[in-house]
Nanobody, 125 residues
Framework: QVRLVESGKGLVQAGDSLRLSCAAS????????VGWFRQAPGKEREFVAA????????KYGDSVKDRFTISRDNAKNTVYLQMNSLKPEDTAVYYC??????????????????WGQGTQVTVSS
């Protein structure tokens, strides 16, 4: 069992930066690939980024590529999502998730076994 807690929610302006953190507790964190997803009101949950167990391989959704960076510190049981050049369309609840068997950097919600409660990010224009 893994418990995930996101932090770093905020209200920012377009063009600003924000860093989200996902702290894990429970079983060995390095055993899991970790992903970030987001969900805006009335929309489906969208893949944002994923990072492999060792942290060497990453994958990004097309809408955030070149603006967001995912990283992890297994010694601290934490995954980060650095978000730069934020846009109003980035406004959503952001979730981190952990995957036991979904491959190196899974990008589908059904590949993930554990989810955090989500954190709100609002970008004003």
């Amino acid at each position: 069992q893994v418990r995930l807690v996101e932090s770093g929610k905020g209200l920012v302006q377009a063009g600003d930066s924000l860093r989200l953190s996902c702290a894990a507790s429970g079983r060995t964190f390095s055993s899991y690939a970790v992903g970030w997803f987001r969900q805006a009101p009335g929309k489906e949950r969208e893949f944002v980024a994923a990072i492999s167990r060792g942290g060497k391989i990453t994958k990004y959704g097309d809408s955030v590529k070149d603006r967001f960076t995912i990283s992890r510190d297994n010694a601290k049981n934490t995954v980060y999502l650095q978000m730069n050049s934020l846009k109003p369309e980035d406004t959503a609840v952001y979730y981190c998730a952990a995957s036991e068997t979904g491959g190196l950097t899974p990008d589908m919600t059904y590949d993930y076994n554990y989810w955090g409660q989500g954190t709100q990010v609002t970008v004003s224009s």
